[in-house]
């Protein structure tokens, strides 16, 4: 049986705090590196939190990978693991900004990354939509990547589907509410045969965008395998079943930050 080790940085990030959530995120993968994980999610928009754009702005986003990006890199290579990280990235040419999942594989290497293509008006109006929708190769595993709204109809999941994709990973912001989930996650893996592992977020960062109750989720044949919430940031680990494709565990591992 091969078997795969996967850590979700279930994260509170800091609105703004761009220095402050990329330390934040340092430690949880150091946290994930003790755990023994192969592979390693953080949420969508966990340097910046979601609502960023309105209170610092988007003039300090470079094209990636910038300094603080590489040192990552080294972090990753040191404790060799795939990890798939939410970061924002400008285009050098056109100066686009977009909301990228950059997949970093255990040399330290950035070997592919996703933007998102399902952009939503108001708060994500800062970002241009992806146009590439292709799997990552991670070791041999076809990873089709899909950024929080990415998953709410089967469009974009489709399409890595029929591409080769083997698996769905998908950072999320998406907390409960009258927009919350509802069943969007467990359809997709009954619309694609894919499973999904789904690594949201937690915090608050105004009365009515609370993430405390956000589900960080497993789910495989239209069913939750495993779900997680929590009040802050956690480390959520799990066994995985590359050959069944399917979980080994019971319940996350939960170490708190």
Not at 38 to 52: K, N, R, S
Not at 85 to 107: A, C, G, K, M
Not at 116 to 133: H, M, Q, V, Y
Not at 203 to 210: F, I, K, N, S
Request: glycine share 8%; charged share 20%.
């Amino acid at each position: 049986m091969r078997k795969l080790r996967i850590s979700l940085l279930h994260l509170a990030p800091v609105l703004g705090d761009v220095d402050g959530n990329r330390k934040l995120v340092e430690s949880a993968l150091a946290v994930a590196a003790e755990q023994g994980a192969d592979w390693v999610v953080t949420p969508e928009l966990c340097i910046t939190g979601y609502l960023f754009a309105d209170k610092i702005g988007t003039d300090w986003i470079l094209p990636q990978p910038d300094p603080w990006m590489k040192d990552l890199c080294q972090q990753v290579k040191q404790s060799p693991m795939t990890v798939f990280l939410s970061h924002p990235d400008r285009n050098p040419q056109t100066q686009e900004l977009y909301n990228t999942i950059f997949v970093i594989d255990p040399t330290g290497t950035i070997i592919g990354q996703h933007s998102k293509i399902k952009t939503l008006r108001g708060p994500e109006a800062w970002s241009s939509p992806g146009t590439e929708c292709i799997p990552v190769n991670c070791n041999g595993i076809d990873v089709g990547i899909l950024v929080c709204a990415d998953s709410y109809k089967n469009d974009v999941p489709q399409l890595l589907k029929d591409q080769g994709a083997d698996i769905l990973v998908s950072p999320a912001s998406w907390g409960p509410g009258g927009c919350g989930p509802d069943g969007e996650w467990e359809q997709r893996t009954l619309d694609t045969g894919l499973p999904i592992i789904v690594c949201n977020r937690s915090g608050v960062e105004r009365d009515d965008l609370d993430f405390r109750e956000a589900e960080s989720v497993v789910a495989r044949n239209g069913e939750r395998l495993l779900t997680a919430t929590s009040a802050s940031s956690v480390v959520l680990t799990f066994d995985w079943d590359l050959d069944n494709m399917t979980t080994m565990s019971q319940d996350f591992e939960r170490i708190y930050l």
